[in-house]
């Protein structure tokens, strides 16, 4: 028989794995909700949205109870995403919406900045292969 401190423990990791899903899916949400997510990207979404709740959950059951999935992990797991969306949802998703904006406007930036180089490195590099030929040009015309 497993002491009550040890059971505490256990359903206080699966209520802390509950909060933590429930934050993935706030950030989920708001990567949704900013409309960039379009096409491809969203199926992508999804994909890491299971792939990190499934590694969470992984997580929390070797870290509470060494892999064993009973019913009051469940319950503890549904204990704890209920208490996030239910009281600290309503405060974090905003600031989860703004964060990705301010990302994605950053984002949009260094790429602008990225492409620009990238261009104007491209320009630079013609010049440099045409300068042969200019030079030649040159000298013909002072030649002539």
Not at 68 to 90: M, T, W
């Amino acid at each position: 028989m497993v002491s009550l401190d040890v059971q505490l423990y256990m359903v206080f990791i699966f209520i802390i794995t509950g909060v933590a899903l429930g934050i993935v899916f706030d950030i989920y949400r708001a990567l949704i909700r900013t409309g960039k997510a379009k096409g491809w990207k969203h199926h992508v979404y999804d994909l890491f949205l299971w792939l990190i709740s499934a590694i969470i959950v992984a997580w929390g059951l070797l870290l509470g109870n060494w892999g064993e999935l009973r019913i009051y992990v469940l319950l503890a797991i549904l204990l704890g995403v209920l208490f996030y969306s239910q009281l600290a949802s309503p405060l974090f998703l905003p600031i989860f919406v703004s964060m990705v904006r301010i990302l994605h406007k950053g984002y949009a930036s260094i790429y602008k900045k990225i492409s620009f180089v990238s261009v104007r490195l491209n320009q630079e590099m013609q010049t440099i292969k045409n300068w042969p030929r200019l030079i030649k040009e040159a000298l013909n015309k002072c030649r002539k």
